[in-house]
């Protein structure tokens, strides 16, 4: 590792803890979003479920991803779907397909290759954009945090993970052309903002595939941190073979292979999301009472 890689690589710690009250205050619907492929985006939706219910945060993962490589990265045989996220947009309860896993407190609502065809049957539905929010909203009494695996695209599938979100998540490689297309989901985000999700914000980016042998690995995410600025999470997580071996056995790398340095770095992600997030709400909700010109906390 080089000096400047020490300076930005966040090396996971292994003592770290969450405090139970934030834990019990943490609630959200997070989509995780990049129409670019290969940057890690489902590892990480289904890395961060598996840490956050482990954590003690009932966590449900929704695979809106056609592919369902979510699925399939927390044991589901897609082929045993009868009831999936296609079958719920289309009206069906979802606790007809939400099934549990192996990992206590999260459960998955799983997608399979039929979800393809709502990028075709919503163009023409009312209130297309905000099919999934309707669904959603359903669930957040049962689960207090929601993910949303959403497809490599800015189509309809993603634009309805982003209504639905309170905030996204942008994953990003640390290799070249990285930035390549964020100005696109920039301005969707935007546009979202605008028109149908005004509160959506940014949960964080969080940098992938992080290799310390190589001065591109640092440009890269001194380059990401320069344009996010706070918004980029400290938590790096390094390119590992065993990161990527862990899908092809249905498994979260926490479950997989849970002493490597990846599944450490999504740990300590959770952490810090969690207390994050919090942050984040107790601070929002303090510029409202403010703006209101409600008291606030200890006022009166």
């Known amino acids: 590792m080089t000096p400047l890689a020490g300076s930005i690589y966040h090396i996971p710690d292994p003592t770290g803890v969450v405090n139970q009250l934030d834990i019990a205050s943490f609630r959200g619907v997070f989509a995780f979003a990049n129409q670019k492929g290969g940057v890690g985006k489902t590892t990480t939706a289904v890395s961060l479920a598996a840490c956050l219910a482990d954590e003690g945060v009932e966590t449900l993962l929704i695979d809106f991803d056609p592919q369902g490589n979510a699925s399939t990265g927390v044991g589901i045989d897609r082929r045993s779907v009868k009831v999936g996220s296609y079958e719920v947009l289309g009206g069906i309860d979802p606790s007809e397909g939400i099934r549990a896993t192996e990992i206590e407190r999260l459960s998955v609502l799983p997608s399979t290759i039929d979800l393809a065809g709502a ?4 163009v023409s539905a009312f209130a297309r954009e905000s099919k999934l929010r309707g669904v959603i ?4 009494d049962r689960y207090a945090a929601i993910l949303i695996d959403s497809p490599p695209s800015l189509g309809l599938l ?6 639905a979100a ?5 994953p990003i490689q640390c290799e070249y052309y990285a930035l390549e297309g964020l100005g ?3 301005r969707t985000l ?14 964080g980016v969080v940098l992938t595939m992080y290799d310390a042998r190589t001065r591109l690995a640092e440009q890269v995410v001194a380059e990401v941190r320069r344009h996010f600025g706070d918004d980029v999470f400290r938590s790096v997580i390094p390119r590992s073979v065993r990161l990527s071996e862990a899908p092809g056995f249905g498994r979260p790398i926490t479950r997989y292979d849970p002493t490597t340095r990846g599944a450490q770095a999504y740990r300590d992600l959770a952490r810090e999301f969690i207390g994050r997030w919090n942050e984040r709400r107790v601070a929002s909700a303090s510029a409202s009472g403010e703006a209101s010109g409600a008291p606030t906390p200890g006022e009166g």
Request: net charge negative; proline share 0%; glycine share 6%.
């Open 119 to 122: 990028e075709i049957e919503l």
């Open 137 to 140: 909203a359903g669930l957040r």
């Open 158 to 163: 993603t634009i309805n993970a982003l209504v």
């Open 166 to 170: 309170d905030a996204v998540v942008v």
């Open 184 to 186: 696109q989901l920039t």
């Open 190 to 203: 935007s546009l979202v903002r605008d028109g149908l999700n005004a509160t959506l914000a940014i949960a």
